[in-house]
């Protein structure tokens, strides 16, 4: 069965702090896997997709990791800020061209003032 | 360039009603796929729509059906509301399949 999870559930760092989101998913032959951002009650929004040939990708605070050996990604947040909170989440879609997104719970982050 | 849209934004409905919601992908955008979110669950996905076919569905009972069309808009119905239909609905578009995934503001559904 596919499953990706989200470790921690819940975070809560002060201002200014750097951190790490984790991820680990079961299913080796990914295709890609995606980073999200969901604010309460709203869509998603694409923060970074790593394809299965890369080791990362950054885009301006942000870092993430793809180890496809491990079957682990990490999503690095630098300096947060309180409208970096939100919740977090992570996908991969499988090789073979399906448009599926397996999706973790989710890391709901607070950066507190 | 406009990103996706969903209609309607909210939805209240009774159990045993139909209900039909509409996706827009964002221009040039060929391939839709739509999620029910919920807070047990997270988010599971529904099926995708690629030149007007269905190319992948999840695991849902059949009252919940959608389709695509020539334009690359989509619509997805459920039949029979059930109260555990409650959830937000997600529709993400890529401009080809297994690209990168856009999606939507959601469309929240209550069955009461």
């Known amino acids: 069965k596919q499953e990706v999870t989200q470790i921690p559930a819940a975070l809560s760092v002060p201002e200014g702090e750097n951190l790490v989101l984790n991820c680990s998913f079961t299913?080796?032959?990914?295709?890609?896997l995606q980073w999200f951002r969901q604010d309460p009650g709203k869509g998603l929004t694409s923060l970074l997709l790593?394809?299965?040939?890369?080791r990362e990708q950054t885009s301006g605070r942000l870092n993430a990791s793809l180890d496809k050996s491990s079957g682990r990604s990490t999503l690095y947040i630098a300096a947060s800020q309180p409208g970096d909170s939100a919740t977090y989440l992570c996908?991969?879609?499988?090789?073979?061209?399906?448009?599926?997104?397996?999706f973790g719970k989710g890391t709901k982050l607070t950066v507190n003032p | 360039k406009a990103g996706v849209t969903q209609t309607p934004r909210y939805l209240i409905k009774t159990r045993g009603q139909q209900v039909t919601l509409s996706c827009s992908p964002i221009?040039?955008?060929?391939?839709v796929s739509w999620y029910q979110q919920t807070p047990g669950q997270g988010l599971q996905f529904l099926f995708e729509?690629?030149?007007?076919?269905?190319?992948n569905k999840g695991n849902f009972p059949g009252r919940f059906s959608g389709r695509q069309f020539s334009n690359s808009r989509s619509e997805m119905n459920v039949s029979t509301l059930e109260l555990g239909d409650s959830a937000l609905y997600l529709c993400?578009?890529?401009?080809?399949?297994?690209?990168?995934?856009?999606f939507g503001p959601g469309t929240r559904l209550t069955v009461t």
């Open positions: 993400a578009s890529s401009q080809y399949r297994a690209y990168e995934q856009y």
């Open positions: 299913d080796s032959a990914i295709y890609n």
């Open positions: 790593i394809q299965s040939s890369q």
């Open positions: 996908a991969f879609q499988t090789q073979g061209g399906s448009e599926k997104l397996v």
């Open positions: 221009s040039g955008h060929r391939s």
């Open positions: 729509y690629f030149s007007e076919t269905q190319r």
